[in-house]
């Protein structure tokens, strides 16, 4: 249910943003960052900051489900120490593969699949518009989520190796 919600946030947080992005650097004048102009797109933003989001939100979550999974293998009374680790390595691969890939399958499979048709979209509760994927596809938004997530893992991985022994 945690990461149902917190894919649903950052869910309604990309539509937020999107519309901002969208309306802000249409007005803006990027002189300094002209090369990259074309670029910085207010769907790129929105998925790299979107991006980011579900990275520190994962990594929150895979610090409580570690907790969560050595209190249930405790609360299970494993005969042997074998059994105890062959359980709690069962319990984090499961706890981690949801925990890193929920956000992935959601642009991969859910993302875009209900917008409807020109001139007659869908709206989530009445008034909402639904989450679209670019007109290309969401493919670059799963790559630069999977960049996030694997880069960031890698990253905190050997911050975590050089600053704890």
């Not at 042997?80 to 069962?90: A, C, G, I, R, V």
């Not at 956000?103 to 991969?108: D, E, G, L, R, T």
């Not at 699949?113 to 639904?130: C, E, M, Q, T």
């Amino acid at each position: 249910m945690l990461i149902l919600a917190s894919v649903v946030a950052i869910t309604v947080y990309r539509l937020a943003v999107f519309f901002t992005f969208s309306r802000e650097l249409r007005n803006t004048n990027l002189t300094i960052a002209e090369p990259i102009k074309e670029y910085v797109t207010p769907q790129m933003a929105t998925s790299v900051t979107a991006s980011l989001i579900s990275f520190v939100v994962i990594m929150i979550l895979n610090i409580l489900y570690e907790r969560v999974a050595i209190w249930i293998t405790d609360f299970e009374l494993p005969r042997t120490k074998t059994d105890y680790e062959n359980s709690l390595t069962l319990k984090m691969f499961l706890f981690q593969f949801v925990n890193y890939y929920s956000s992935c399958f959601y642009i991969a499979f859910a993302k875009g699949k209900a917008v409807g048709h020109p001139g007659k979209p869908v709206y989530l509760l009445g008034k909402y518009r639904n989450e679209e994927c670019d007109p290309g596809g969401c493919l670059i938004e799963l790559t630069t989520q999977l960049a996030i997530i694997m880069g960031g893992k890698a990253i905190w991985n050997n911050i975590q190796e050089v600053l704890i022994p």
